[in-house]
């Protein structure tokens, strides 16, 4: 036997000739051990079938899988024509495009870095609400995107008055739609550079903003990409530390699950009990060789 004083067949024969002990095993020296731990004898067909389970194990390791990056996701909402598409495109981009075609609510994504932690960013753009005399237009998309979203980010621009006089109707629809989980909101006054066409004074977003009980920021997404990168990140910052939502938290736990499951070992299931006591009898034949190298 392997475990025993005089130890096994290939041990001995490479003492015999002045090579290592220990090292990894020829396919030949594989029988030999097996042949050593089945003194009663087993079918050629069988040691091949444990020999190949044995290499897919050593060969072949589970791999290791990488755990998904959490998903922020925020919805965009505003007049038309406020620059929110705009506001989008240069937080995730850094570019400034002056000219787009009518907002159909487009989905942007992005990975990016936020305090160490690599996240995914999903920024809902939304079509714009506009007011009629009978109150606001609102899409169903936008119901929908304050339903789907973490945090939600209002736009208004500085040369247009009627879509700052907005803001109020789109908070109290945030806050209805959102009821008990209420999203976080955060206020962007857009287009801060166009000095000579300015509508809303430059205390009047602070003060909504407070009313409101919200963060915020004036910003220009054509001249300074660093305002509009400092009001969205901070926003993803408040985002990460709080804990997931419970929906997340199952995927997590789901997707933990099926990790485990692909980390099961590769040996094949046996098809009959000889099988199964052939395998346990060839783990204990190779516990007792590693013992006895180690002795060595």
Known sequence: MIGSDRGCVIDRRRRANREPTGTKLSLDEKLVCLHCAFPDGIERKSKMRLIHNMTTIAEYPAPEYA?????????????????KTALVVRFLTRRFIGDYE??????????VQVDGEQVTIQVQDTPGVEMTDNGISLPDHVTCSIQWADAVVLVYSVTDRRSFDLIDQLHQLVVRTGGANMPPVIL??????????????????PLLAGTLGCSFYEVSAS????????????????????????????????????????????????????????????KQALSAKVRTVTSV
């Open 67 to 83: 755990v998904p990056n959490r998903v922020i996701k925020m919805a965009v909402i505003g007049g038309s024509g406020v620059g």
């Open 223 to 282: 001249e300074d990409y660093s305002q509009v990168h400092r009001a969205f990140h901070r926003l993803c910052c408040q985002l990460a530390k709080q804990p997931p939502p419970a929906s997340n938290s199952s995927h997590n736990n789901s997707a933990s699950a099926a990790t485990e499951k692909r980390r099961s070992p590769l040996i094949p299931r046996p098809k009959s009990p000889n099988m199964q006591d052939l395998k346990r009898r060839f």
């Open 102 to 111: 009518r907002n159909a609510g487009n989905l942007y994504s992005r990975e």
């Open 188 to 205: 962007l006054a857009n287009k801060a550079d166009l000095l000579h066409l300015r509508r809303v004074d430059s205390q009047q977003g």
